[in-house]
């Protein structure tokens, strides 16, 4: 297992082939993970090994933090090209994450004004209004559809708050297009129940999805290093650019991460 826990508040930047240079907002603690799901695949760790009695970093502390870091780098001449929530967790659970976006907008405009600002989520709570209206003024909105499968979310990604598919779709749709779906593609077993949503039966109803969402873009991927939960694979290369080309047949552009 090589799961890993990013610092707090603020942690990189790093370079990453989706978003360039990236400074990541991490709105959760340094000392655990805390999220609506519990997804098997999660590269924090699966939440049994990542407790924490700690709870959600301030604003203040935020601000802070990232003023004090965008600033540094604005004074050292490096450039910048995104600034994204993200972290040990689920960054739109975080009370104040609404006020945290708007800190994010304006210190980006001050100090790097050609950077994009991402939310990478779960998706869970972006039907709160407050929530919602937060991810409609953010550059990049990248919410999570794995499936569209109750039983197999129930599986792998595990939600520790209700969560209906159907109800999703329609949150995701809400978005009208200001919305970039992020999909894991694997294959594996654990604990005796065996993971494949790279078969018909699952792409097909994901892409019926798609097409009610109407998102403008989407993200497919696969595991890249050891899961936390042992016995899941990587989706085949092929099966992600068969995946992927029928993703773009629908109008949709799609990347793909191997
Ligand atoms: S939604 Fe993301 S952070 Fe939360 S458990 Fe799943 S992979 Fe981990």
């Known amino acids: 297992m090589s799961t890993f826990l990013n610092k707090s508040p603020v942690f990189g930047p790093v370079t990453s082939r989706r978003f360039g240079v990236s400074l990541g907002v991490n709105l959760m603690p340094a000392t655990g993970k805390i999220c609506t799901f519990d997804c098997l695949y999660c590269e924090n760790g699966l939440d049994a090994q990542r407790r924490t009695h700690d709870g959600y970093t301030g604003l203040g502390q935020v601000t802070d933090a990232l003023e004090r870091t965008l600033a540094d780098m604005a004074e050292r001449g490096e450039h910048l ?8 967790g689920e960054p739109t659970a975080s009370p104040t ?82 919305v970039i779906v992020q999909t894991i593609f694997l294959r594996g077993s654990y604990e005796g129940r065996s993971f494949d949503n790279t078969d018909e039966g699952h792409v097909g109803a994901w892409l019926s999805a798609l097409v009610r969402i109407q998102p403008r873009g989407v993200t497919i991927y696969t595991v890249d290093r050891d899961t936390p939960a042992a016995g899941l694979t990587k989706a085949p290369r092929d099966a992600l650019d068969t995946i992927a080309r029928r993703v773009r047949e629908l109008g949709f552009p799609c990347a793909v991460g191997y």
């Open 81 to 88: 090209d995104d600034i994204c929530f993200a972290g040990n």
């Open 97 to 178: 994450f609404p006020q945290a976006v708007d800190v994010a907008l304006a210190l980006r405009d001050r100090y790097a004004p050609d950077a994009h600002v991402t939310v990478l989520s779960s998706g869970t709570q972006a039907g709160r209004p407050a929530v919602h209206a937060a991810l409609m003024r953010v550059d990049r909105n990248v919410l999570k559809l794995d499936t569209v499968d109750p039983a197999y979310v129930a599986a792998l990604d595990r939600p520790k708050v209700p969560y209906d598919v159907e109800r999703q779709i329609e949150t995701l749709a809400s978005f009208s297009g200001h």
